[in-house]
């Protein structure tokens, strides 16, 4: 029998749950969201105007992909990018009244995917398996 390795175990939940996420906004009628924008969404959610850099710092992905992605959500009305008063070197990405009314959606949909995962486990159980996957994420980040 093969068994499969922490690493590809962990990709298949990730495929699994953006396979997930792409059927419930598609079901919403949100065409060309993608759960790589969700990452940006959420921080914007969470903090409002976010300079470039610091979301691509918050979310750990290169500032060249978060352009990209930024781009996407602009493009399709999400957000909005303006130059930061005093240091035009930097570029603030705001919510939309469009983007903000994504909100109780992408809280649902998170919600929703968490309790999917995580069904059937108990609470020490969910505790354990966060603490656990800190750890792998933690040796592969000292690599």
Request: aromatic fraction near 4%; glycine fraction near 8%; hydrophobic fraction near 40%.
């Amino acid at each position: 029998m093969i068994h499969p390795t922490v690493v590809s175990m962990v990709a298949a939940i990730r495929r699994r749950a953006n396979e997930y996420m792409l059927r419930q906004l598609s079901d919403l009628g949100l065409e060309g969201l993608g759960p790589s924008h969700a990452g940006i969404l959420g921080r914007l959610f969470q903090n409002g105007d976010m300079a470039m850099a610091e979301i691509a710092a918050a979310i750990r992905r290169d500032k060249s992909t978060v352009t990209t992605l930024v781009r996407k959500l602009e493009a399709l009305g999400y957000v909005s990018r303006r130059k930061a008063p005093g240091d035009a070197r930097k570029t603030l990405i705001s919510l939309t009244p469009k983007g903000r009314a994504l909100r109780p959606a992408y809280e649902r949909i998170s919600r929703e995917l968490t309790e999917l995962a995580l069904e059937g486990f108990s609470s020490e159980e969910r505790k354990a398996l966060m603490g656990l996957l800190g750890r792998v994420r933690a040796n592969l980040s000292l690599r």
